[in-house]
Nanobody
């Protein structure tokens, strides 16, 4: 397992921007951002592997950008043009080591390490 600490959540009006950060305690193979609202299942937002292969959920494509600073072991999520439906608890997650078959990057059950979450609230 690897320890993950998120930061950067907050409250914004629709159309605004936020940037989330996730600091990892060690090497990771895959890192991703997930979100959850009460009564709904956790859903994948964006993910990136160690080689830079990136996946986005359709709902955030073109508005969110995931990036990594490998030297700092930090994952970022730049969220632009935020909408009220983006409101939720955002979690960072990681897969520590490569494995076969290749994991489904936006599937929460693939990930074993999770951060504590950071709240994002978007008002209309």
């Amino acid at each position: 397992q690897v320890a993950l600490v998120e930061s950067g959540g907050g409250s914004v009006q629709g159309g605004g921007s936020l940037r989330l950060s996730c600091q990892a305690s060690g090497y990771t193979y895959y890192m991703g951002w997930f979100r959850q609202t009460p009564g709904k299942e956790r859903e994948g937002v964006a993910a990136s592997d160690a080689g830079g292969t990136i996946s986005y959920a359709d709902s955030v494509q073109g508005r969110f950008t995931i990036s990594k600073d490998n030297d700092k072991k930090t994952l970022y999520l730049q969220m632009n043009n935020l909408r009220p439906e983006d409101t939720g608890m955002y979690y960072c997650a990681a897969i520590r080591y490569p494995r076969a078959p290749r994991p489904s990057p936006l599937k929460p059950s693939e990930y074993k390490s999770w951060g504590q979450g950071t709240q994002v609230t978007v008002s209309s």
